[in-house]
Every structure is written in structure tokens, then in C-alpha cells.
């Protein structure tokens, strides 16, 4: 464990504080990934809203934030695509700076008996569920372990 030195920790926290803070919120045109994407701009957050199918959501969403004075932007990415994961997080360093809270929202399920489910969307669930998570987090953790943040 590390000893801070009071005046260490207030240049810490100086620090900390004029870091731009950027969140990518996966899965957020609808649902609690709007909900979260919303709180996180009151709350001073950059925000990516990701979407795949609801573009028409992602974007009233960001115009909204936008005529609020926060700031915005809508992705079109599927979480289940490491290059398309890759390709977003790319963008949204570009445009808002290295992403410093990630939230892995997106998620897809199939109510169904069991028997009824194709293995073809068991194989959807799984890549969106899990590898989209496993690729998000691939895409930003570098920048957050070099930061020693996020």
C-alpha cells in the first residue's frame, strides 16, 4: 500500500479533477443505457451512446444532451465485433478523449422455453452478452491502466 503525503494526495486529486471524463455507455439509445447515459452527463461525463438497430434513439438522445449544454456523441457499433469495438472506442477518443468509465450495458435475451431456442441465437446471446463485454473492456483498459485510472 501506497503513503500519499497530504500535499501528494491534493495534486492527485487536482489532477484527477481537470481530467476530462469520458464515458461509453454500450447498448444506451433505450432502456437503462439512456437512463445511465443521462445521469452520467448530469453527473459532468462526455458521453458515447452506442447503439446497433435504434439509431434514430441514439441520436435524439445525443441532440437532447447536446440542447442541455452537455456533450454527446452516438456510435454505431456491434459490441460482438472487435473491430467494430475498436473502431467506436478509436472515434470516440477522437472526438471526446480517452474513454475513463465504461459501462457494458448491452445485452440481448430471447424469452423462450429452452427446447424452442436456435443454437444460432444461443451463439448471438453469448457474443453479445459476454464477447462484447470482453471486447469493450479490451478496447479501453489500456489507456485506463496507463492513466492509472478509469
Request: glycine residues 6%; aromatic residues 6%.
Amino acid at each position: 500500500m501506497r503513503n500519499f503525503t497530504t500535499a501528494s494526495l491534493k495534486i492527485i486529486e487536482e489532477v484527477r479533477s481537470k481530467m476530462k471524463n469520458v464515458a461509453l455507455i454500450t447498448g444506451s439509445s433505450r432502456g437503462i443505457g439512456r437512463a445511465e447515459a443521462i445521469k452520467l452527463a448530469r453527473d459532468g461525463y462526455a458521453v458515447c451512446i452506442n447503439y446497433i438497430e435504434r439509431e434514430d434513439k441514439a441520436e435524439e438522445l445525443a441532440n437532447m444532451l447536446s440542447s442541455q449544454g452537455f456533450v454527446a456523441m452516438c456510435y454505431k457499433a456491434d459490441v460482438a465485433n472487435a473491430d467494430e469495438v475498436k473502431a467506436m472506442v478509436k472515434a470516440v477518443e477522437e472526438r471526446l478523449g480517452h474513454v475513463t468509465l465504461l459501462v457494458n450495458n448491452a445485452g440481448i435475451a430471447k424469452q423462450c422455453l429452452f427446447q424452442d431456442m436456435t443454437e444460432e441465437y444461443w451463439h448471438r446471446m453469448f457474443d453479445v452478452n459476454l464477447n462484447g463485454a470482453f471486447n469493450t473492456i479490451q478496447a479501453v483498459l489500456p489507456n485506463m491502466l496507463h492513466e492509472h485510472a478509469g
